[in-house]
């Protein structure tokens, strides 16, 4: 029990230090989350950053490769490539956050529903998700997005189709563990009703489940939106957005690379910055 | 094993039936058919009338299904209604192109992901294994358009080659069908490489802490066989099921290299369905992606149940 003894001494320490002692046990998720809170910061004030407008076209300096006026270069119309990567940090995170917000609540509530009365509404529900889940995700996205027209608001609407069945399956796992857990006999048997019990026992318990799957599935949302946006489904120009940009370079690869490589390497590092922060995250919640 | 292969078979009929319902009306609940394409705004009410007509696009939507239905079902999925070849036919070379990209890259990422996977494993946490994370996350975190793009720019810039630009079949010339395909099989098998190596990785260190291998340990048997007869035939099972998995993966993968190096596969097609309002070529190559990947699934299950003489079915 020595471990244990140590373990209630940080509550006496200040807060950053206990900060520092997490960081050092955990220097993967320290890095993720310095890299995610620069990037909240960067989509929050983004003219910190940048100084030049993302939009002013400036045709004498096209296709400029990366110097010291432009960090990242230019594109086929000069604008700078530094400015449309930061300014474009809002928009991109801005609709994956809200995507999968949509698709936590919604396939939240309707897994934990489906699995908390079971019955025909699961089944019934449960044959919905398998219809969803038959389509690979970036086709799913093309379809949606192709049909309905690339707008964003189809964008956000597609992102979150595609992944709603992810957080119904494991909110209805959540949900089918706990209804089977003594509190839940022992809430029925206090005559309170079943509303109640999935609304103040069950969906609480099921919550950090959901929450653990919202940082688990942003990196994954991330590369289909932008790899929507590269096929041009997704946000359009001159807005300025990861996708959008990697699409806007395409066609000049090998002329300006430079156009697609700092965008996407956006895209890696924030990706890869999630994916280290939910890792670490997980973890710590099977440690326990 | 007959009761249990036909309910999951039916269930997989009627989630099949039902995705094509969902599709058939997402993509005519849209405004601007083909006719509007077609015609574009000048058009006069008659003609837009008779053309309508002519596609069957007057016709409630249910008798449009029924029909479409009843014929896909004898192997007719129509007429394209731009190209005017038969769409079972574009269907059926497009999927063929795809269904090659599709198994040469599952045998990149196996052929790379697997022995990776093993090492990490085996080497759990000494720099070996930190390699092949770092290479892992980077794998997993990286969007496979992007990888396709900074490969080409690579590839040219260094060896002065790029692929040829128009696609050729292996019956007219393998070389040429190689060289095109190579940097979207390159860009895709070695991603799914990092996830298939990832996998592995868990699932050998997670064997290793179990008590059989602790005890085989204990009791002096060589490593090899530990890792030969205890490890690696107890994770055979999640492995060949992560294969499945990836080919499904690869399958929604595959649209975005193609239409990256103009291949002339599934997912190109069905981009340009989507683009002209082709109803008869969209409907016949998303229904087509459904069912592979149901049959990819079903097949997983079935598999599964062979290999490991635990899992009876139930």
Redesign the interface.
């Known amino acids: 029990m020595a471990q244990a003894d140590t373990a209630s001494l940080p509550q006496a320490l200040p807060p950053w230090h206990r900060l520092v002692r997490t960081a050092r046990r955990e220097p993967a998720m320290a890095g993720g989350v310095l890299v995610l809170a620069l990037l909240c910061l960067v989509a929050a004030v983004p003219g910190l950053f940048a100084g030049q407008s993302p939009y002013a076209i400036d045709v004498a300096n096209a296709l400029q490769p990366p110097s010291a006026a432009h960090l990242f270069g230019t594109d086929d119309t000069g604008r700078d490539i530094f400015a449309r990567v930061i300014h474009g940090t809002r928009m991109t995170l801005a609709i994956c956050a809200s995507a999968l917000l949509i698709a936590a609540v919604i396939g939240g509530i309707g897994g934990t529903v489906s699995g908390f009365f079971g019955g025909w509404i699961d089944q019934g529900l449960g ?1 919905l998700i ?2 969803v889940l ?6 799913l996205g ?3 997005t ?4 690339p707008e964003t608001s189809n964008l956000i609407l597609a992102l979150s189709v595609i992944y709603l069945p992810v957080f119904f399956r494991i909110a209805r796992s959540g949900a089918v563990g706990e209804v089977g857990k003594t509190y839940v006999e022992a809430a029925r048997c206090l005559g309170l009703p079943e509303a109640t019990i999935l609304r103040r026992h069950v969906l609480r318990n099921v919550l950090p489940l959901v929450l653990m799957q919202y940082i688990v599935q942003f ?1 994954l949302v991330l ?1 289909i939106q ?2 929507l946006g ?2 041009g489904l997704g946000v359009q120009p001159p807005t300025p957005d990861w996708g959008a940009i ?1 699409q806007q ?2 066609d000049a ?2 002329l300006a ?1 430079w156009i ?2 700092f965008p ?1 390497l956006a ?3 924030t ?2 910055a999630l ?2 922060t939910g890792r670490a995250l997980q973890r710590s919640v099977d440690r326990r | 094993m007959g009761r249990y292969l036909a309910r999951r078979f039916a269930a997989s009929i009627i989630t099949a039936v039902l995705a094509s319902i969902v599709v058939f009306l997402i993509v005519r609940a849209v405004p601007g058919d083909v006719v509007a394409q077609m015609l574009g705004q000048t058009s006069d009410p008659a003609s837009t009338q008779s053309l309508r007509a002519f596609f069957g696009l007057d016709q409630p939507v249910w008798t449009q299904y029924g029909r479409w239905i009843g014929a896909a079902l004898q192997g007719d999925f129509g007429i394209s209604w731009t190209g005017g070849r038969p769409v079972s036919m574009m269907v059926v070379d497009a999927f063929l192109v795809t269904l090659e990209i599709a198994l040469l890259t599952l045998v990149l990422a196996t052929v790379v992901g697997v022995p990776l996977g093993l090492l990490s494993g085996i080497y759990e946490g000494t720099w070996p294994d930190t390699l092949i994370q770092t290479f892992n996350l980077l794998g997993l975190a990286a969007p496979v358009f992007w990888t396709g793009l900074m490969l080409l720019v690579l590839v040219s810039s260094a060896l002065g080659w790029s692929p040829p630009l128009v696609y050729a079949a292996p019956g007219e010339s393998l070389a040429d069908n190689l060289a095109i395909l190579f940097l979207p099989i390159l860009a895709l098998g070695l991603l799914q490489a990092a996830a298939y190596s990832q996998f592995v990785r868990q699932n050998v260190v997670s064997a290793l802490h179990q008590d059989y291998v602790r005890t085989a340990i204990a009791k002096g048997v060589p490593a090899r066989i530990v890792f030969f007869k205890h490890i690696l035939r107890n994770i055979a099972i999640p492995l060949v099921t992560f294969m499945g998995l990836m080919l499904t993966q690869i399958l929604g993968g595959v649209v975005i290299v193609e239409s990256l190096f103009a291949i002339p596969g599934l997912g190109r097609l069905l981009l340009t369905a989507i683009q002209t309002r082709d109803y008869p070529v969209l409907q016949g190559a998303l229904l087509v992606v459904v069912i592979a990947a149901m049959l990819v699934n079903l097949g997983v299950d079935l598999l599964y149940r062979v290999i490991d003489p635990r899992v009876r079915l139930a």
């Open positions: 044959r398998d219809v038959s389509f690979p995700p970036i086709i093309v379809i949606v192709g049909v309905l027209g990196p590369q932008a790899a590269f096929l990697l370079g395409k690869i090998l690379p697609s490589l996407g895209v890696l590092i990706a890869f994916m280290l």
